[in-house]
């Protein structure tokens, strides 16, 4: 007859794997909590990739849960955001910058030329071929 699995709760996982980051044996805490040291392995990278909401109990988690991680989501979703379009803006204002210099120097180019009056005369600019 197969093994029912353990639900441990969101409150014992965190103090497991506080205590492991504390400086506790793995091998101690597991035979306290009758458990594998992998699992408490595996726990601490939870905890580490996603802090204490990531330790969730087994099955489908409940909606406060859900619309609470969907919030975090949402505000970090909110910050890239804001800082992508602060990104966007100082490229645009480095881009109108770059178009002022050049519209400035086509001006210059543009007062220093001749008119050509007569067919044949010579161009007001020298020539770039050497």
Do not use: C
């Not at 996982?13 to 044996?25: D, I, N, T, Y």
Request: avoid cysteine; proline fraction near 5%.
């Amino acid at each position: 007859m197969p093994k029912k699995a353990r639900d441990f709760s969101r409150e014992m996982k965190l103090a497991a794997v506080r205590r492991m980051m504390a400086g506790e044996s793995v091998g101690a805490l597991a035979r306290e909590f009758k458990l594998r040291r992998h699992l408490l392995y595996l726990w601490r990278d939870h905890f580490r990739a996603g802090g204490p909401s990531a330790l969730r109990t087994r099955g489908r988690p409940r909606k406060s849960e859900a619309l609470a991680n969907a919030s975090v989501v949402a505000t970090d979703d909110l910050s890239l955001a804001r800082q992508r379009i602060a990104e966007l803006e100082r490229k645009v204002g480095q881009q109108h910058l770059e178009l002022d210099f050049f519209r400035q120097a086509l001006r210059q180019v543009e007062a220093k030329r001749r008119p050509i009056d007569k067919p044949g005369a010579k161009p007001s600019t020298p020539s770039s071929k050497r």
